[in-house]
């Protein structure tokens, strides 16, 4: 796989995937605490996680998008 994701949206990722997974599980907000929302959050903000770490992005890769230099 082509690395398609760039610096800026690394970080982007990160820092969203970081808070995703703080608000799943130690904010305390009740709408976090029904059950399906915290872990969707969850699931969401380790992906991005897992993309900003590998730098491959499948929905990029389908679009053909790349948001890093060639």
Known sequence: MNVNVGTLDRIIRAVLGVVLLW????????AMEAG????????????????????VCPIYSILGIRTCRA
Request: avoid cysteine.
């Open 23 to 30: 608000l799943a599980f130690f904010s305390g907000v009740p």
């Open 36 to 55: 399906a929302l915290k872990w969707i959050a969850a699931v969401v903000g380790i992906v991005m996680l897992v993309v900003a770490v590998v730098r």
